[in-house]
């Protein structure tokens, strides 16, 4: 048996793209500070109860579990880090006022999720609690779109949807929450015979608009256009299609680099989030290369309801669209016993340089520097010289 072998989908990070994704980290958890955001670091274990309280059926389907041997309790290996995030804001801060938090840290997979090709990830993504309002979307997206420019993926595509859209058509149905499933589904599917048989025992307004939905998707002022026509009027989705059209506005005026879209049956995490959603894609990627959305919802599960929206996304993907940066120039120096030699080393690190000592005769093997330079003894003192 091959004992480096790793798990299937599970891979090393080698320096050139390890670079890449601290500088990135880096980069990003400083503009997250800029904003005001605060870093969390959550334990990547928790007890399984409380890591998928307020979560959908499709986060315990990934999530590895083990059993601790001290409590003989079941633990979780985080999927996600956003219920996290929301559990610490709602049961150890426990803050009256608005919170921003950001995080950056690893999380797994069971199974390779749709279109990524590894089963871990370094999930990195900012979350404000205390916001009901559409002012606090819009700060999440415009942050969004500023983390992937950090990384200059400035062609960006984002497609929004709202979960009020759906809540307002089933308001009053009593639907079970198997069925609701089972119609998620097919509105993400767009199955539209499959979806047509579910909802006949629904009135027929509400299986109108069901149907309705799996057409009402495109550019955001033909979207929103027809949705108000064809959607019935319906306190909830109203309120969702007013939020929509303030968003898109505001968007726009962000960059004429983003392509606005809306599709109101893109209902990925309908179970977890509660109001507007968003998926930001870019080119040569088939999937998101992020998602966010509010979430108000998952601090009630923690005892202390709170209003609450953010996005995340993948790290290690992100860094791999990124383009590539050049190699860092490097000083080489003699690896000998030398005060002055140390000294001066010592100087040139401290002022950013890269030096790299080796014996007399070895080689310097890195694809992370290029050695342009070298220290040359002259007299009692050591210079800086191109080799």
């Given amino acids: 048996m091959n004992r480096w072998l790793l798990p299937e989908d599970i891979a090393d990070i080698l320096p050139a793209e390890a670079r890449k994704v601290e500088t990135l980290r880096r980069a990003i958890l400083d503009l997250y500070q800029s904003y005001g955001y605060e870093l969390v670091a959550p334990p990547i274990l928790e007890f399984l109860d409380s890591l998928l309280t307020g979560t959908g059926s499709d986060l315990n389907l990934q999530t590895f579990k083990l059993v601790d041997q001290l409590s003989g309790r079941t633990l979780g290996l985080r999927a996600d880090m956003t219920p996290q995030v929301a559990r610490i804001d709602a049961h150890l801060l426990n803050r009256e006022g608005l919170t921003r938090l950001c995080y950056a840290g690893s999380i797994a997979h069971v199974r390779t999720p749709v279109g990524s090709s590894a089963r871990e990830e370094l999930q990195i993504g900012a979350e404000i609690y205390g916001c009901a309002t559409w002012e606090a979307d819009f700060e999440a997206i415009s942050l969004l779109l500023k983390t992937l420019s950090v990384a200059g993926l400035n062609k960006v595509y984002l497609d929004l949807s709202h979960a009020g859209v759906l809540e307002g058509i089933l308001d009053g149905q009593g639907i079970a929450k198997g069925d609701i499933e089972t119609l998620y589904g097919l509105l993400q599917s767009k199955d539209r015979p499959r979806l047509s048989i579910w909802a006949k025992s629904l009135p027929t307004k509400s299986a109108e608009a069901l149907m309705a939905l799996t057409e009402l998707n495109g550019p955001c002022a033909q979207v929103l256009a027809n949705a108000k026509q064809m959607l019935p009027k319906h306190q909830l989705i109203d309120q969702a299609l ?106 040139l690190r401290l002022s950013g340089e890269v030096v790299i000592q080796v014996m007399a005769g070895d080689a310097v093997e890195t694809a992370e520097y290029f050695c342009d330079r070298e220290l040359v003894k002259q007299g009692s003192s050591w210079e800086v010289k191109k080799k």
């Fill in 242 to 347: 007013a939020q929509l059209e303030k968003l898109v506005f505001a968007t726009a005026a962000l960059s004429s680099d983003i392509e606005l879209s809306i599709d109101l049956a893109d209902l990925r995490g309908y179970q977890y989030h509660s109001g507007v959603m968003f998926a930001a894609y870019v080119d040569t990627l088939p999937q998101p290369i992020a998602r966010g959305g509010r979430y108000d919802h998952v601090g009630q599960a923690f005892g202390r309801s709170r209003p609450a929206t953010g996005f995340s996304m993948d790290l290690l993907t992100l860094a791999n669209l990124a383009p590539v940066t050049q190699r860092r120039s490097a000083i080489l120096a003699p690896w000998i016993d030398d005060s002055v030699l140390t000294e001066k080393i010592a100087e």
